[in-house]
């Protein structure tokens, strides 16, 4: 039972552009949403979140949303650039209150092209 | 060493063997998290400990998983009678607690190969 889904694999986008990654959810009782990146060889790093309460968060370059009603959240990456290139996990907690507890999507490749 | 440490960063044994991985969480940080990753999927939760006690283990596959943190700071993954599906990277990460929305700071991972 996967609850929180990455529908993509990869993406490939070209330098400057936008990037968007998105990430579904099935359980509704997840309050609180993460994205992280991996390099290889490397354990994943926190990027952002975001709460339940709001439906978007910046943070420099990077911008999540979340629609709660579509159980659906996704991150933006403007401008792309060629550093950016990682596995991108999101992720979800706040079930029974085990905020400790992270549930992870499965990943998406990012690949920005000089 | 500001990070997380994770010792062996591989691990080869043979199938029925004993094996213990290690993960040194940041200092001060009172939580600490074990997940496994498989190839092409996301890191997949374990157990995660506040303090010396397990607050949550509900991700133990099964009893041939333990784990342990006596002092609240090192802890110790312990799996039985190895097999071959027990192939994976294990992550550890630390936060300063796990009462709220403290971000978890993750290892390098030891990658376990069971022959």
């Known amino acids: 039972d996967q609850q929180v889904k990455q529908n993509s694999p990869s993406l490939s986008v070209q330098e400057g552009r936008i990037s968007i990654l998105n990430c579904d959810y099935t359980?509704?009782?997840?309050?609180?949403f993460l994205w992280y990146k991996k390099y290889p060889a490397e354990g994943p790093t926190f990027l952002i979140s975001?709460?339940?309460?709001?439906d978007k968060n910046e943070d420099g370059r990077f911008t999540v949303f979340l629609n709660k009603s579509a159980k659906h959240l996704s991150l933006h990456i403007v401008p792309s650039q060629p550093g950016d290139s990682a596995v991108y996990f999101c992720?979800?907690?706040?079930?029974?209150?085990?905020?400790?507890?992270?549930?992870f999507g499965q990943g998406t490749i990012l690949t920005v092209h000089p | 060493g500001a990070g997380v440490s994770q010792t062996p960063s591989n691990k080869v044994t043979e199938k029925g063997k004993y094996v213990e991985l290690r993960c040194d969480p940041i200092?001060?940080?009172?939580?600490l998290y074990w997940y496994r990753q498989s190839l092409g999927q996301g890191p997949e939760f374990l157990i995660y400990f506040q303090g010396t006690g397990a607050a949550d283990d509900s991700g133990l596959p099964n009893d041939r998983f333990f784990a342990v943190r006596p002092e609240g700071s090192v802890s110790t993954l312990k799996i039985q009678r190895t097999e071959r599906g027990d192939s994976a990277m294990y992550l550890c990460a630390s936060s300063l607690t796990s009462t709220g929305f403290d971000e978890q700071f993750f290892g390098p991972g030891t990658r376990l190969t069971v022959l």
């Open positions: 992720a979800a907690s706040g079930v029974k209150a085990s905020y400790g507890k992270l549930t």
């Open positions: 975001i709460s339940s309460i709001k």
């Open positions: 359980n509704s009782m997840f309050d609180y």
């Open positions: 200092s001060g940080h009172t939580a």
